[in-house]
């Protein structure tokens, strides 16, 4: 039988099956032996145990469109990474460690910024233009008011999107939100470290419509950059894109070089300072490692 996994805890993998319902599965020994770990989203293939129980053994998996270790998913359209505007106020390093991370995976990303509420207007807007040029589509958002909601709606629409982002920052009452039945736990803030509590322990694919899929994944607050040389780091920097072949040097990385034609663009304020101030921190990062 055919199913995608939905949910893991454990060692156990809950497989939808359409029709069939959901089956309470073990992953067998030949995925350890190659070194094989099923994920969620993952389509599989399954021994029936006891129909009665709904229990199986996962014995196949089918071929990925691609998968990300972290967040750990199979199979996604997309990803909707959600930060606060305010408590906690948003940490623009860790998010556009988790755009290098989609970009360089090929996944499409929607950035939303959530509880809108808690800024003026023009304070939401002066976060949402730092990463205008990102190549990301970026919304804010109000659980509290509805303000994004509807447009948050038809973004997910036909589509499996990770849901990601860092703890505390209302993930789940946003998937509350859109999907009522999910039932997520929603967390409170801790005010000692203003950092987000972590509600949801397990990724879990959540059905809004026919078509339509969430995986709620659990909240992060460090992000590892994904294995790659420091020159290679501008080519998922969207902003850099139009001004690539338009510096003085072949194979410029924009940092030290002489008339660079992105450092120039950011002093006009074509780039956002910002940003360019966290490529060159995660550049150095990068060339750090290789040190070692």
């Known amino acids: 039988m055919i199913g995608k996994i939905i949910k893991g805890i454990a060692g156990f993998y809950y497989v939808h099956t359409g029709n069939a319902g959901v089956y309470e599965c073990k992953a067998k020994g030949i995925f350890r032996n190659k070194k094989q770990k099923p994920l969620v989203g993952d389509n599989v293939e399954i021994d029936i145990i006891d129909e009665k129980e709904h229990t199986g053994n996962i014995i196949k998996l089918l071929p990925r469109n691609n998968e990300l270790i972290r967040p750990a998913v199979a199979n996604i359209d997309g990803a909707l990474i959600v930060f606060a505007s305010a408590s906690p106020a948003p940490n623009y390093t860790l998010l556009s460690r988790f755009l290098v991370l989609m970009s360089k995976n090929d996944i499409e990303t929607v950035i939303c910024f959530n509880k809108s509420d808690q800024l003026k207007v023009e304070e939401v807007e002066k976060i949402m233009a730092v990463f205008e040029g990102s190549g990301c589509k970026v919304i804010s958002t109000s659980v509290k008011t ?86 290679e780091l501008r080519y998922y920097f969207d902003e850099f894109a139009e001004y690539e072949g338009c510096c003085r040097f072949n194979g410029c990385v924009h940092v030290n070089e002489p008339d660079c034609a992105v450092k120039n663009a950011v002093v006009e304020g074509k780039i956002n300072s910002v940003r360019y101030s966290i490529y060159r921190e995660l550049y150095d990062e990068l060339k750090a490692k290789r040190k070692y």
């Open 146 to 231: 509805g303000e994004g909601i509807d447009n948050l709606k038809d973004i997910l629409v036909g589509k499996t999107t990770a849901l990601a982002g860092p703890s505390g920052v209302g993930k789940s009452s946003i998937l509350n939100y859109i999907f009522p039945n999910a039932n997520s736990q929603t967390g409170s803030i801790s005010e000692k470290i203003n950092r987000g509590k972590h509600t949801t322990r397990h990724t879990e694919i959540f059905s809004v419509d026919e078509d339509t899929y969430i995986m709620d994944t659990p909240g992060f607050t460090s992000l590892e950059l994904p294995e790659m040389e420091a020159d």
